[in-house]
């Protein structure tokens, strides 16, 4: 209790908040009632959408608390090679383009399940993908994604954590694609925005960027699980981008396992289908 007392919004806080969701809100419900007209509209916002908003939905998509938090606590304890995650999906993205879209384009689908059924025949194997794909989705990104912005509503404005949900549920439930692009670009600007006045005052307050490789050594951590001793130990390739088999995140794993995830992550997983369209 008290670090929530200690943490506690100062009012301005909350109006620059609730101007950011009724902005959000507004954005999202124009496009919603613009859209909602046939199955296109809904899935694909009409095929209505520029390739400016379409980027940057497919940013905001990838990139969110998760990536801000997490990326950045991997980057600390494992080095700057937990960027390759990131830069390695630009390459597939031109796969996508050039390859992957032209054929869901030419085949008229609006999901992969219709894809893999055109192309392979059979009812089994789409209601198979479609539980698969739902499952995944389920449980590695709508339940994490709801409990996080769950968290946020709650501890910034003291909504209850249930009642949070259930309001987010609800709001997803109501937007359609056109509505989560617009949404979703006024975020990646901000995000940006944000992200790069964020760096500056980084760099500023430690000293440069050759401050930090030279202080990076000795950022240990104060307190370790059960005392143990290399808990916590700085990577030692941990500003280079291409590691060594022997090390985590080699460049083998990297150039071939990361290829498989990036085709099923921006190929062929539905949140990103609908905006390629």
């Known amino acids: 209790m ?15 908040l609730l101007l950011y969701f ?4 507004g954005f999202g419900i124009w496009s919603s009632c613009k859209n909602r007209g046939s199955v296109g509209g809904y899935f694909l916002a009409g095929r209505s959408m520029n390739f400016i908003l379409v980027g940057a939905s497919l940013f905001a ?16 304890s494992s080095g700057i090679a937990i960027a390759d995650f990131e ?42 993908l479609t539980c698969l794909a739902l499952m ?3 449980f590695t990104k709508i339940s994490v994604d709801l409990y996080s912005g769950a968290i946020f509503l709650q501890q ?25 692009i ?16 964020l760096m500056i005052i980084s760099f500023v307050r430690v000293g440069g960027i050759q401050q930090i490789r030279n202080l990076f050594p000795y950022a240990l951590a104060y307190t370790t699980l059960h005392n143990t001793t290399e808990c916590g130990v700085p990577n030692e390739y941990y500003f280079s981008l291409i590691r060594p088999f022997d ?23 539905q949140v990103n289908r609908k905006r390629e369209r």
């Not at 670090?3 to 109006?15: C, G, N, P, V």
């Not at 009724?22 to 809100?25: A, F, K, N």
């Not at 990646?188 to 925005?193: A, E, K, S």
């Open 182 to 197: 617009w949404t979703d670009f006024i975020q990646t600007v901000i995000m940006v925005v944000s992200a790069f006045i």
């Open 87 to 128: 830069i390695g999906a630009v390459h597939w993205l031109m796969v996508l383009g050039w390859l992957f879209v032209p054929v869901y384009m030419k085949a008229e689908v609006f999901t992969m399940p219709q894809y893999i059924k055109m192309r392979y025949g059979g009812e089994r194997i789409r209601v198979y």
């Open 22 to 25: 009724l902005l959000i809100l």
């Open 156 to 180: 910034a404005l003291n909504w209850n954590l249930y009642a949070s949900v259930i309001a987010l549920i609800l709001l997803a439930a109501f937007f359609t694609v056109g509505a989560v």
């Open 136 to 138: 995944l989705s389920i």
């Open 247 to 269: 090390a985590d995140l080699p460049w083998f794993g990297i150039l071939f396992g990361h290829g498989v995830l990036c085709i099923w992550y921006w190929c062929s997983d």
């Open 61 to 76: 998509s990838n990139i969110g608390s998760g990536h801000f938090i997490g990326l950045s606590g991997s980057g600390a």
């Open 2 to 16: 008290a670090a929530i007392i200690e943490t506690a919004l100062h009012w301005s806080d909350i109006l620059v």
